[in-house]
């Protein structure tokens, strides 16, 4: 069974940053895809970043310039860089992973954008 744990959320002031984790127990080279979701209260999931295996990296357009998504292989795990944080960034931000026999997700972490 495929685990991601995701770490590295918190409560950071507007303008500031954070950096979220996801670890996977096994090698990403095993994922067709790896990729950063966020939920915010009485709103849909939507994707935030995604790193195809093969491809170029996608962002919403709302974190555009402002979010990064990294991946170390050798490590099995899946960096969020976030700049620039708004109170709009508000949401859990989960790490799914995704290839033919089916797409796993993380628990999620929390990021609070406050001041």
């Known amino acids: 069974q495929v685990q991601l744990v995701e770490s590295g959320g918190g409560l950071v002031q507007p303008g500031g940053s954070l950096r979220l984790s996801c670890a996977a127990s096994?090698?990403?080279?095993?994922?067709?895809?790896m990729g950063w979701y966020r939920q915010a209260p009485g709103k849909q999931r939507e994707l935030v970043a995604v790193?195809?295996?093969?491809?170029?990296?996608n962002y919403a357009d709302s974190v555009k310039g402002r979010f990064t998504i990294s991946v170390d292989n050798a490590k099995n795990m899946v960096y969020l860089q976030m700049d620039s944080l708004k109170p709009e960034d508000t949401a859990v931000y989960y790490c799914?992973?995704?290839?033919?026999?089916?797409?796993?997700w993380g628990q999620g972490t929390q990021v609070t954008v406050s001041s």
């Open positions: 096994e090698s990403i080279f095993s994922f067709n895809t």
């Open positions: 799914k992973a995704d290839r033919a026999n089916g797409d796993y």
């Open positions: 790193r195809p295996r093969w491809g170029s990296r």
